[in-house]
Every structure is written in C-alpha cells, then in structure tokens.
C-alpha cells in the first residue's frame, strides 16, 4: 500500500535560515507525489508535484523538493525562510493505481512549521 | 467562481442534531471529493463523486454520514444525529476529470463544525 510520513510535526526556523521538511514514502509502483500549503483557516494549496519528468520540482513561493528514489524520500526546501511560510505543510502520494481509476490522495500527518524573527 | 466554495464556513450544533455542508466546485470539474480534518490529524478520505456518482465511498466513517452530488456540480455533506467526535474542519476539494495521477485537487476553505 502507498502511504507517506512526514517527520516532525513541529518545524520552528528563523527568519531567513534554510526551510527542510521532511517527507518519505512507501510506494510499490513509482509514486506521484505532491506538497500542499494549509495557511491558518484556509484551504489547501498546491506547492509542487512530482510527476517523474524531473527529480527536482521548483514549486510556488521559492519551495523545492527533490524525489530520491534511493531514499523513498521527497523532502520539500527553501533557502531563506520568510515570516509569510508560517503555515501547515502536508506531503501527499497518489494511489491512482489501486485506488478504481481515480486520483486518490493519501496524505501524511503534516507539519506546523513556525517562523520566527 | 474562481475557486472552491463551501458553506457554512463555521457551524456550532448541538450533540444529535443533522447538518449539512456544502460545496461548489469549480465550474467544469467533474471530480469532487471530501475530506475531513481533525484537530492534529492529516486529512482522512471521506468520499469521492465523478459526475453525480460517487464509485468510492469507503472513507465515510458511519452511516450516520451520506453525500449526494447533483447537476455534477454542487454537493452536500450531511452527517445525521451529529456525535462530539465528528468536530473536524471538512474540506471539499475538486479537480477536472479525477482520473490523472497528477492531477491538481483544488481545495475550498473548509467547514469547521462544532458538537456541542
């Protein structure tokens, strides 16, 4: 089955210093993965997406992770924190292939991360 | 509209009573899904609509919980004889055909719902 981890639920970084979240997979096909942005009452947003053309995926808001297939891993980054990243952060994986034909999402647990000045 | 839309936005409710929640896709998007978010949990699959249809129901957590989706657009959640445990934040979120793997699901605000 298809699943993904998010490591740490609590991220806490300073101002301009180096954003890394850290997300692994479980796949028993090649995954689809995805980065999504929850800001505080509002809905989710589209980060970035893996979608097997290049391992490492430039999204919005300066955001980048890179798949790594050696280390089931898809960890998102960006250089320089800003205050405005204050936000939830979820990693999700397609089950398309075993979900019926659908694009079945599974999410991880997210990660809260904190930014301060 | 641009985006995803769901109301009520916040809903108190008292412990056995029925609501419903709602959701409009964006226009043109044949896929809807619903999914729930409880304090400190990820988003769990509740339900999945192509069209008016929903192939996949195996996330809804009782029967106390249905959806129906009509004119392929709008869809209402409804969750009978409410208990405590379903306060969550409910999210509908819609993508244009649901059947490429990497294809972007587009959330709405969520509902917060409250059982008193």
Redesign the interface.
């Known amino acids: 089955a298809q699943s993904v981890t998010q490591l740490g ?1 609590h991220v806490s970084v300073s101002e301009g210093a180096l954003v890394l979240l850290r997300c692994n997979y479980s796949s028993s096909v090649p995954p ?1 993965l ?1 980065w ?1 942005v929850q800001y505080p ?6 980060l970035l ?1 893996y ?1 097997s053309a290049a391992t490492l995926v430039k999204g919005i808001n300066g955001f980048e992770a890179e798949f790594k297939k050696s280390e089931t891993s898809f960890h998102l980054t960006k250089p320089s924190a800003h205050m405005s990243d204050a936000a939830e952060y ?1 990693c999700a994986v ?1 089950v ?2 075993f ?12 990660t809260r991360l904190a930014v301060h000045p | 509209g641009a985006g ?1 839309s769901q109301s009520p936005s916040n809903k108190v409710t008292e412990k056995g009573k029925d609501v419903e929640l709602r959701c409009d896709p964006i226009s043109g998007h044949t ?1 809807l899904y619903w ?1 729930r978010q409880s304090l ?4 769990e ?1 509740l339900i ?1 609509f ?1 069209g008016n249809s929903a ?2 129901k195996s996330g809804l957590p009782s029967d106390r919980f249905s959806a129906e989706r009509t004119g392929g657009s709008v869809s209402t959640l409804t969750i009978q004889r409410t208990q405590q445990e379903d306060s969550a934040v409910y ?1 509908c ?1 819609s ?1 244009l055909t ?13 509902t917060r719902l409250l059982v008193l």
């Open positions: 639920s689809y995805f999504y009452n509002q809905g989710l947003q589209l997406k979608t979820f397609s398309l292939p979900s019926g034909g659908y694009n079945k999402l599974i999410f991880g647990a997210g | 995803v896929a999914y400190g949990q990820g988003l699959f999945y192509q192939p996949d999210l979120a993508s649901g059947t490429g793997a990497t294809e972007t699901q587009y959330f709405g605000p969520g």
